[in-house]
Structure formats: structure tokens, C-alpha cells
């Protein structure tokens, strides 16, 4: 018997790594087990774990190549589906299986990945009601981020043209589904926000499979709309399906016909509304003038009851019937004095000389003017002055006769 060849250690391990190398068994394994023991070098891109199950532990690698392929964010205690190969690592001896593959155990690697996504975003505040922008209720422009070709940019302008013809609409087509399709969508976002053309954003894509609307749950679309100065509406899918898109957005429509709905009012309505609250305008000022007139007829019954005007108007009636008393008594004493006067007068017409001289009685007077009343007054030779009614003759006594 031969002795046995001496080797060195290096020489073991490079010839266990050849046979497990050559062997076709071991390079191409399907193995499920749980991670453990993960290390995530971020500066190399790859990935170191332990695969475990309930009675053994085998080492992993995940080289950068193959990692960053990855469709969600392995963690310890998940488990996990992967393809590997089996080789040695010769420096320490260790076998190891070197992954090229990994699916989640039990759920989709997209579906795992939305989740890990929305719980990140969510602890870091997107999703919160605090930083959602308010829709203008009357938008001049809106901006629309989809296919240019789908049903639903479509459905989108029918349903603005119908429902609100004067509005704007800028549309920036995208691809909406494939590999660039998440970088054209923030891109898209970036425009209109920097830009600030629109009131309102539009972005989103008529329904499909979780792979064809995966680029709406791309983390950079989501930052870009968060951090977007222009309010964004999401319409993705149908109303069953929920993207990133939708939570980050300022508001989440059922579809894209429903989006087109929520940026725009209806003019019809907006008219109807228009007609009521004029004709409820109306109603008011109608009352309200009535209540006036009410009011001012009431002031002005108060008004006329408390008037200067009335009270002058009392005056004057007043001082109207004193003057009439006046009058009245003025005039009896007039006709009274005048009635006296009359009587006086007629008793000094008796007594008025003038009035006996127009009988043919005269008076004379002599050269002093001293009244005649005998014959003894005068002489003869006396020069006198007959006074008659109408004038005065002068004559020359020649002689004068004294009756017994």
C-alpha cells in the first residue's frame, strides 16, 4: 500500500473546490430556507447571509451583479426561495453557495417590495394628511402625465372637455409601463413643478397586472411628487388598485376618468348653482326691500306724528283762527267807533256854524274881527265883514236900529 501523499492546506481546499465545482449536481440548486445573520454592503453591493432551516445553516453571497436585480429588501427572518451554486471559499475552507437568484417564500418579490417601500415612505411622513395640497375648485390649467396612446389620456380629455370646455390642458406623454417608464414620470413631475404651467397634475394609466404598474411605485416618482410645489392627482389602474403613486399624491382617484372628474367642476353644475343663488339673491333683496318699505312707512307714519310740519301746520291754524278772532273783534270795535263817530258827527253838523250858514244864516264881525252880536257893537261909519257859506262881504254901517 502506497503511503498517502502529503498535501497543504491550500491544495485541500482547492481540490474539494474543484469537485464541487465539476459537479453539475451542485451548480444550479433551488434551496428554501430563512435568512439570518444578513450584512448589507451598501459601499460593494453585496449581499452576505446565512440560510438556515429548523437543523442547519449554510453561508451565502450575493454578489453586486446579481443583487441588484433584486425586486424587494432581504431582511433576517424572511424566507426566501433561491438559486445558488455550491463552491468552497479557498481561504478559509468554507463552502458557501454563491445566490444568483432570490424570490420571497410565500409572496411575490413585488409585492413585498410595495410594502417595504410604503412602510419606509410612511414613517417618513409622505403619506401624512398634514402635507397634503388642496385641488383649486376652478383650475385654468391642468397637466397630464400619461400615454399618449392609452384609453386613458382618452378618458381623461373627454371628460374635461365635457365638463369644463374652457379649461387648459398640457399634456406631457410618458411611457407608463417598462424600464424607462419610472425615470419619464419623474421627470414629467420635475417639469410641471418647476415650471409651475398647471394648477392641478394629472398623472396615472388605465388598469393591469402589478408588473405593469409597477413604474408608479418607483421611490424617486414618489419623492418627486411629494416635494412637487403643483398639487397631483393619481388615477392608476382601477379603483382595486393601489400604487405608491397613490398614497404620496395629493389626492388618490378611482380611475382616470374619476381624476379628470375631481380636477375640474362641472360647468352645468357651476350654472344650475349660478341660476339658485341668484334667484335666492333675489329672494333676499326682495324681502329685504319689502322689510324696508315696511320700516320706512312705519318712520314715516312715527315721523308724521311727531313732524315739525304737523305741529307748524296746528300753528298755523291756530294762529288762522286767532287772527280770524282778531278780526272779527277788530271789526265790531271798528264798526262800533265808526257807529259813535257817525253819531258824533251828525250832532257836530248840527253844531257846525258852516252848517247854519248853508241854511242862509251869516255872522259878522268888525274891524278887529270881533263877532257882531248887537247893534251896540258897532256905529256908524264901522267897517264890517259879513261871513255867508260861501265867502265873506265886506259893507260900511250906515246906520244901525235897536229893537226893543
Known amino acids: 500500500m502506497n503511503a498517502p501523499k502529503i498535501l497543504t492546506v491550500s491544495q485541500l481546499n482547492f481540490y474539494i473546490k474543484s469537485l464541487l465545482d465539476n459537479d ?7 434551496l428554501e430556507g430563512e435568512i439570518s445573520n444578513l450584512t448589507d454592503h451598501y459601499s460593494s453591493g453585496h449581499i452576505y447571509f446565512s440560510l438556515k432551516d429548523e437543523k442547519s445553516v449554510v453561508r451565502a453571497v450575493m454578489f453586486s451583479y446579481a443583487a441588484k436585480n433584486l425586486k424587494f429588501k432581504p431582511a433576517n427572518g424572511m424566507k426566501v426561495l433561491v438559486r445558488a451554486r455550491v463552491t468552497v471559499y479557498e481561504p478559509t475552507g468554507q463552502y458557501q453557495l454563491y445566490v444568483e437568484d432570490m424570490q420571497p417564500d410565500g409572496i411575490g418579490a413585488l409585492s413585498l417590495q410595495f410594502e417595504q417601500l410604503k412602510e419606509k415612505l410612511s414613517k417618513e411622513g409622505f403619506f401624512d394628511k398634514a402635507h397634503k395640497k388642496p ?21 381623461i380629455l373627454n371628460v374635461l372637455s365635457r365638463r369644463y370646455p374652457s379649461v387648459d390642458i398640457v399634456m406631457c406623454p410618458v411611457l407608463v409601463q417598462g424600464e424607462n417608464a419610472a425615470e419619464q414620470l419623474t421627470s414629467a413631475i420635475h417639469k410641471f413643478s418647476k415650471s409651475k404651467i398647471a394648477d392641478v397634475i394629472i398623472i396615472g394609466r388605465g388598469g393591469g397586472s402589478i408588473e405593469d404598474l409597477w413604474a408608479f411605485n418607483d421611490e424617486n416618482l414618489a419623492r418627486a411628487i411629494y416635494n412637487c410645489d403643483t398639487p397631483v392627482i393619481s388615477a392608476v389602474g382601477h379603483e382595486t388598485d393601489f400604487t405608491i403613486c397613490d398614497f404620496v399624491s395629493d389626492l388618490r382617484a378611482p380611475t382616470p376618468s374619476a381624476a379628470a372628474e375631481l380636477a375640474v367642476p362641472d360647468s352645468a353644475e357651476l350654472l344650475d348653482n349660478l341660476f339658485a343663488q341668484r334667484q335666492y339673491v333675489d329672494s333676499i333683496i326682495s324681502k329685504k326691500l319689502t322689510d324696508l318699505e315696511k320700516s320706512l312707512n312705519s318712520s314715516y307714519r312715527l315721523l308724521g306724528a311727531y313732524s315739525p310740519q304737523k305741529l307748524i301746520k296746528e300753528y ?30 251828525s250832532k257836530l253838523s248840527a253844531l257846525n256854524p258852516v252848517a247854519v250858514l248853508m241854511r242862509g244864516y251869516s255872522y259878522t264881525t268888525n274891524e278887529n274881527g270881533a263877532t257882531v252880536c248887537s247893534v251896540s257893537d258897532t256905529k256908524k261909519g264901522d267897517s264890517i265883514t259879513v261871513k255867508v257859506s260861501d265867502g265873506e262881504i265886506y259893507a260900511t254901517v250906515e246906520s244901525t236900529t235897536k229893537e226893543k
Not at 24 to 30: A, K
Not at 150 to 155: E, F, L, P, S
Not at 318 to 335: F, P
Open 135 to 155: 385641488i383649486p375648485k376652478f383650475p385654468e390649467t391642468i397637466g397630464v402625465i400619461t400615454s399618449p396612446t392609452g384609453a386613458a389620456v382618452r378618458d
Open 316 to 345: 298755523d291754524k291756530s294762529i288762522d283762527a286767532l287772527s280770524n278772532r282778531m278780526l272779527n273783534v277788530s271789526k265790531s270795535i271798528i264798526d262800533n267807533k265808526s257807529k259813535k263817530l257817525t253819531e258824533t258827527a
Open 24 to 30: 453539475s449536481h451542485l451548480q444550479l440548486l433551488l
